[in-house]
């Protein structure tokens, strides 16, 4: 170290310590906001795009979802989506995530045939938000797979690696020179244990312990292909990085200081978010898993494991592909062990039940309830767990009923900002972007538009679809403003 390179260090500590406040976020910390295709787009037919697994599913079962509701015109972002830009804009955010439809882009699945009006549409999204200052941060899956390549297996044809990985290169190729930040797969749980294992998401099938590990095998190997042609063919010329995102909630354990519910806590993470992560930040499936699956396949009196095994030139092949670790954060949960053997699946695999407190403070959706000292320990874990990787929160969101004075989404955000200072200073874990879910109230899967995540308001009886700021967008452009929590720093 030289006397100037000393000096400015003694300095840069100086100021560090000097701020005093961990209120404040440092100015290349980043805000943005986010949304998906299916749940704002709408036109789910218009000018030559096909049908998804979700508008197949909410055709063909309109029970299924509260109040019959469906996506055909959600918050009709296809035809308004120089409203959206002005509404991120009003914001003040650094970047808007959303995902590209695949079905819109290649309504037969397979790059044989383009659709150009799907790829203008995003092309000029694209461009509006460069004109205006926003960086781009496109997901390419956020649920809504081609419904013809569903008629092929889906997830459970290995020819999704290829499928994936093909329909990948060419959004490089079409958006790569704006585009600088892109995710592969959003919430592969969604996927795989929501879709081809539990049977609650399309194409509902039920697993039964096997096929949610085969689609995360293939789902892990279509990520890491991805990741390898941009590395490979774009990187060097376009600059850009890509990684997943996994939704991870804490598992806290319901007794403390006590091994088998810490054990518990380990395996319920470990299944329901390591499973998606440690091939691609550590290599291979996460130990627990591997190893209870495959015991309690012998003990089934099975031949082979009903978790697939990596080969090692497999697990070579995705360990590392990654250039940040993307994160969805909402909620926490209590853990048990659950000692009584049950037939296979992933739920019991896991060996552990998950409860929440009646004394959380709830929201508009059952499963959410507010725990920001979660994302405190959380990414404390995920630091110490995955080696320090560079971690995005890529959501992070409050449902109520859609009111416009939302105080409680407010409070959420605030906490949940604060635990990340918190865990900066304390931890020092490198978080360095926040995503609020979602720009705007827009259909929520299976239970429609009952609960609103929006920070603007969107009145969906109104065929215009009018847009409405809640106090919440005030807020968070304050704080985006002004880097604090509270939206003012001294
Ligand atoms: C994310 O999922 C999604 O990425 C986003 O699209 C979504 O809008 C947002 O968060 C809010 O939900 O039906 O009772 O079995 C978050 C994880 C997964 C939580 C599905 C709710 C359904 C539970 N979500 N889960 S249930």
Sequence with gaps: MTISSLGLFVISVLIAEGQGTPKRFPDDFKFGVATSSYQIEGGWNDDGKSESIWDRYVHENPGRIYNKSNADIACDSYHKSDEDVEMIKTLGVDYYRFSLSWPRILPYGTTDYVN?????????????LKKNNIEPMVTL?????PQTLQDRGGFLNEKIVEWFRDYARLCFQLFGDD??????????KQTCMMGYGL????????????????????????HAESWHVYNEEFRQRQKGRISIVVDFSWWEPMVANNTMFIAAAESGIQFMSGIYANAIYLGDWPE???QRVNERSRKEGKTVSRLPAFTEEEIARIRGTYDFFGVNFYTSVLAVPNPIPLPSG?????????????????AGSIWLK???WGLKKLLKYLKETYNNPEIIITENGYSDTGELEDDKRISYIKQHLEVILEAREEFGVNVTAYTAWSLMDNFEW???YRDRFGLYHVDFTDPERKRTIKKSALYYRDVIKSRCVDGKCE
Excluded at 141 to 145: G, M, Y
């Design 446 to 448: 299976i239970i429609g």
């Design 179 to 188: 585009v600088k930040t892109w995710i592969t797969f959003n919430e592969p």
């Design 288 to 290: 627990i898993v591997k």
């Design 116 to 128: 150009q009006k799907g790829v203008e549409y995003y092309r000029n999204l694209i461009k509006n």
């Design 346 to 362: 992933i739920l019991n695999d896991r060996g552990c039940l998950s409860f929440q407190s009646p004394k959380w403070e709830g």
């Design 370 to 372: 507010v725990t920001p």
């Design 141 to 145: 899956f956020h649920w809504d797979l």
């Design 199 to 222: 049977a609650i998401f399309p194409p509902r099938v039920s697993g039964h312990g096997i096929l949610e590990y085969k689609c995360t095998y293939y789902l892990l190997k279509a």
